[in-house]
């Protein structure tokens, strides 16, 4: 699914910071797998690159046998819209929109009609049990619904990879377990490639494969 | 284009109603005002000019009056009055002078038909008057060449009077008693104000039977060739020292002899109004700049607030210019509609108030129109609105520009 060889990131600040080391990774279709490590160590920047929201310096990425560097602003957000789905800490839900309609966004960037868009929202909603809160917008749901809906919204475009960082980052322990059993079903139901940054043990032991990175470089 | 792309936009301005009115607010605002601010400068421009309309611009007025100066041993508060040999300084003396023409006025006339009776002053005309005053003629005619001619015994009386005196006839041919006196009306005129609703008679006429030493104390001339303020007023200085001799009063004795010169009225009048167009064009302009601030303002506030939003619209699949897209199209659509609602609201304001004035006629205080027709040139508040669009569009496009810029990691750190 996807490579990374020796790759290298800095970020050029007062004082330039030397987060990624040479990073060799290779995640494989249909893996679950969790990235750990402390605050600093480079995993969400890591997370970033996958996810083509950030560049690199050095080394290379190969997303579905794609080479990802130096892609244009454009050409990023196609590969975004085409084959990756995110879930962030902070569910980075648009305010004024209902969840079905946050559910349904990533659609309208693929030219797909608003009748057609809102029929596969409400259908995903209703396979994750989030129908009665398709009305309802973000700051009138709890925190595990929210991340359910952001949930939803990674998966409409039926991604090849869902990227997760911290998703249980502002949830209570209980709905944690909730949200990371969730995301372990879509992974088995549907193949799709899970990579998630956590610092929280129990995330990390549902986990089948646990990456390790410490001071910018992958532990062994 | 994409129609998905408008009714995406046209959704979250409803669901952002604050923002959306508050960035429309500054534009319809700012036309409203600049639409009712040359209207207005427009309508009172109409009225003063209209009170010209018609009339004879180049025509000066001559009154007789008291001198108000002693002057080679005469004493103060000496009556002038006007003869032949005024006359004949007028008609041979100045080769500006065009026409000469003497009015004799007689006040307070009791003015009998059957037995209704009213007070009123004659006035004693040639036909010139009609084209000098613009007097207008609702049924019959005014004094003519034979009137005078014959000193015949006709009138020309005002509808208000004729109202008074004849409640179901037609004035025209009737006779009524000036005092002792038969006359036949032969025209009705239109009142204007309390201004002018004097009875009109032959000038002869007048001088025959009221006026046997054949003085009067009001001439009208008509002028030629003087088209500014400046020659006007040399004229009117010249044409008082020559009546002070004839009647030995100081030159400069403003009293004795009145002199009011339309023209210099009418170009005074002008360009104290230009005066005033420039003045209200300025603050129209300031408006204007007030709205393209205030509608800037809000777009870069708007945008800075919703670099969050761009963010997550990037990562999950947006691209750049899909973004300043949308942006660059709820400015447009924004600015336009309420750009539209102030046109329409400004128009529609100064339709009612013209129509209020049209039904009441408050505008005139019966002598003078004041504010007339006040509407404002399609094409100067079309031009305006089409400013506040470019200005709101831009304010939009530049920093949205500069929110996606940014990588979507950093834009959707933003708070």
């Known amino acids: 699914m996807l490579t990374i060889n020796n790759l290298h990131k800095t970020y050029f600040g007062a004082s330039p910071l030397h987060v990624l080391k040479g990073i060799n990774l290779h995640i494989k279709e249909g893996e679950m797998v969790v990235i750990m490590g402390s605050s600093g160590s480079g995993k969400s920047t890591l997370l970033n690159i996958i996810g083509i929201l950030d560049n690199y310096d050095e080394g290379e990425y190969y997303l579905n046998n794609l080479l990802v560097k130096d892609l244009s602003e454009n050409k990023s957000s196609e590969y975004r819209n085409r084959y990756i789905g995110f879930v962030f800490q902070n569910f980075n839900l648009i305010s004024y929109k209902t969840a079905l309609e946050n559910v349904a966004l990533p659609l309208y960037y693929q030219n797909i009609s608003r009748k057609k868009r809102t029929a596969k929202a409400m259908e995903l909603l209703e396979r994750l049990g989030l129908a009665d809160w398709s009305g309802h917008f973000p700051n009138e749901m709890s925190g595990g619904q929210k991340q359910r809906i952001a949930l939803a919204r990674a998966l409409i475009t039926n991604p090849k990879l869902i990227l997760a960082d911290e998703p249980t980052g502002a949830l209570d322990s209980k709905t944690s377990e909730e949200v990371i059993d969730l995301l372990k079903d879509i992974n088995r139901e549907t193949g799709t490639t899970l990579v998630i940054v956590t610092h929280e043990q129990m995330v990390a032991e549902k986990a089948e494969r646990i990456i390790r990175i410490v001071d910018g470089v992958i532990e062994q | 284009m994409n129609l998905g792309v408008i009714s995406e936009i046209l959704f979250s301005m409803r669901r952002n109603k604050t923002r959306t009115i508050l960035t429309g607010f500054s534009i319809s605002w700012g036309i409203f005002l600049l639409i009712i601010l040359l209207s207005a400068g427009n309508g009172f421009k109409n009225g003063v000019t209209g009170n010209f309309e018609g009339r004879q611009s180049n025509t000066i007025t001559i009154n007789s009056g008291y001198t108000s100066k002693e002057y080679k041993g005469y004493s103060k508060w000496r009556r002038i009055v006007f003869d032949y040999q005024d006359e004949t300084l007028l008609r041979e003396g100045f080769a500006e002078i065009d026409e000469v023409v003497p009015v004799y006025r007689n006040w307070n006339n009791n003015v009998i038909y059957k037995k209704k009776a009213i007070t009123n002053s004659l006035q004693g005309v040639y036909p010139e008057r009609q084209r000098f005053e613009n007097v207008k003629i609702l049924k019959g005619r005014f004094i003519n060449v034979t009137d005078i001619l014959e000193r015949r015994k006709v009138s020309v009386l005002a509808d208000k009077d004729v109202e008074k005196l004849f409640v179901d006839e037609d004035p025209i041919g009737k006779e ?30 007048a001088q025959q039977i009221y006026n046997p030493s054949k003085q009067f104390s009001q001439v009208n001339i008509t002028v030629r060739g003087l088209d500014d303020v400046e020659s006007n007023q040399q004229f009117v200085e010249r044409l008082r020292a020559s009546f002070s001799r004839l009647h030995d009063f100081a030159p400069d004795d403003y009293n004795a002899v009145r002199i009011w010169s ?23 302009l300031g408006t204007l700049i007030a709205g393209i601030v205030g509608v800037s303002n809000i777009m870069l506030i708007t945008v800075k607030e919703r670099t969050k939003e761009f963010g997550i619209r990037r990562a999950i699949g947006a691209k750049s210019g899909s973004v300043i897209w949308m942006v660059i199209l709820e400015a447009l659509i924004i600015t336009t509609i309420f750009g539209y609602v102030g046109m329409f609201l400004g128009i529609g304001l100064m339709e009612i108030v013209n129509w209020v004035l049209e039904t009441t006629g408050v505008a005139s205080n019966g002598e003078m129109k004041i504010f007339v027709n006040p509407t404002v040139n399609l094409g100067v508040v079309i031009s305006a609105t089409l400013v506040m669009i470019i200005a709101g569009v831009l304010a939009g496009y530049f920093p949205a520009r500069k929110a996606v810029k940014v990588k979507p990691i950093e834009a959707l750190r933003y708070e």
């Open chain 2, 176 to 205: 009524v008693k000036f005092g002792e006196i038969v006359y036949q009306i032969v025209g009705v005129y239109k009142a204007d104000g309390d201004w002018r609703n004097d009875a009109y008679i032959p000038y002869t006429t």
């Open chain 2, 262 to 284: 339309r023209l210099q009225d009418y170009l005074q009048t002008m360009s104290i109004l230009n005066g005033i167009t420039i003045f209200l064009w300025i603050i129209g």
